[in-house]
């Protein structure tokens, strides 16, 4: 947990900051990097020393200079007061939420939210007596109408990572400062880079640094950064529940921040490209993609983002599962899995019908959600081809 003095990030551009933050070579021998310290024993030299907590780092839970370096350059990214590290994105979310919630309390989450924090709501949640309303992702201002007295926050993510909606952050923030709810969103897919949600009037934002903090897919992270009303809340709870990052992961964060925002560039170059190559098939209904013009959301993404991602989804015509599998199952640079913001490219099909409640998810056709990676996208297209081939030969 890093403290919150000032951070001398503010005025820099994000290109910048993901190359200084966090970095003290001359505490390291010189050296570029901060190495991995691993370490759960620190030692004090004398007893005063041991009893008042004197020095900067006291024990592996609480951080080390590894940890610190990380969670210094995110909260210069985020512009927030502080930042935890955990040891995946999911834990940041459930951590985020339980530092703020108790017994009685109600909970907002959109309907668009990734699967697994849902089922956290559903099970552990819902056990410690602490109810969820899901809401229409594009309820924006309206969210006004679902506050309880005892709602205590609104968990916010845009877009979707599947379905792609776009939430208007700042009409939500209008409400949940006016009411004193705890405002929090998952920003995993934009990063600070594309989008900084502390500036929206988020309290809290999350994101899966496994995706692209650490951007190489070899290693599990999470982040969450906190105003200065939210901070205390969120350093109580990382305390009371032991969280902390494992040293090698956090090492690898760093690593991946280095490169960040030249591989974003290259994401959102090349799925923009690919997303506009997508629209003009004559097997595709639609692209769900927020930087077109033809998505719904792109408004509220043009007036609030300043870039995107390269993670979208598409719906495909109406053809055979069977076609569809033809198609994914003999291509040879896209891989199928989960998980995203590595190099590489993905796809998976995917149906979100099952577990949305607040609202229906009827698309045309099967769909199919694509991470563009950073290989040659003619190479890329050429390999779509072949598949949109092998779905005409199984149609
Ligand atoms: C992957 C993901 C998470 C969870 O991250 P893990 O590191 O896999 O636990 C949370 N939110 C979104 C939007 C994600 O895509």
């Given amino acids: 947990m890093t403290n919150r003095e000032d951070t001398p990030f503010k005025a820099r551009k994000p290109a910048t900051t993901v190359i200084h933050a966090g970095r003290k070579p001359a505490q390291n021998h010189g050296f570029v990097n901060t190495p991995v310290y691993r370490g759960s024993t620190v030692l004090f030299p004398t007893v005063a020393a041991l009893e008042g907590r004197h020095q900067p780092f006291t024990y592996g839970r609480h951080g080390t200079p590894t940890v610190a370096a990380l969670e210094d350059a995110l909260r210069s990214l985020d512009g927030g007061a502080v930042t935890v590290l955990t040891s995946s994105g ?8 339980l530092a703020f919630v108790e017994t009685g309390d109600h909970v907002l989450v959109t309907d668009s939210v990734y699967q697994p924090t849902r089922r956290f709501c559903e099970t552990l949640l819902k056990r410690l007596g602490v109810e969820t309303t899901y809401y229409d992702p594009l ?47 998952d920003n995993t897919w934009a990063t600070p880079l594309y989008f900084r949600p502390l500036d929206h009037g988020v309290d809290v934002t999350i994101q899966a640094a496994t995706k692209y903090i650490v951007g190489h897919a070899d290693a599990m992270l999470g982040t969450v950064t906190a105003n200065t009303r939210a901070a205390r809340h969120l350093e109580r709870a990382k305390e009371a529940l032991g969280v902390c990052p494992g040293s090698e992961e956090t090492f690898l964060g760093l690593r991946g921040l280095r490169t960040l925002d030249v591989r974003l560039e290259r994401h959102n170059r090349q799925a923009l490209e690919m ?10 209904a639609a692209v769900l993609h927020p930087a077109l013009p033809s998505h719904p959301g792109h408004a509220i993404f043009a007036r609030d983002f300043s870039g995107a991602s390269g993670l979208f989804s598409v719906v495909l015509n109406p053809v055979p599962k069977t076609a569809v599998a033809a198609m994914l199952d003999g291509l040879a640079l896209f891989g199928m899995g989960f998980s995203w913001g590595g190099y590489e490219s993905l796809v998976i099909p995917f149906d979100a019908k099952p577990y949305r409640t607040a609202t229906a998810w009827n698309p045309a056709g099967p769909t199919l959600r694509f991470h563009i990676g950073l290989e040659s996208i003619e190479e890329l297209k050429s390999d779509l081809e072949a598949g949109f081939a092998r779905l005409h030969a199984a149609t």
Avoid: C, H, K, Y
């Fill in 139 to 185: 309820v924006g201002a309206r969210i006004a109408d679902l506050v309880r007295p005892n709602t205590r926050l609104v968990l916010t993510e845009s877009p979707g990572s599947q379905t792609f909606e776009m939430q208007d952050i700042p009409a939500i923030a209008a409400v949940t400062r006016d009411r004193g709810l705890w405002l929090l969103m």
């Fill in 90 to 97: 999911l834990e940041a979310i459930t951590l985020a939420i």
């Fill in 275 to 284: 997303a506009r190559w997508l629209e003009a098939r004559p097997e595709v």
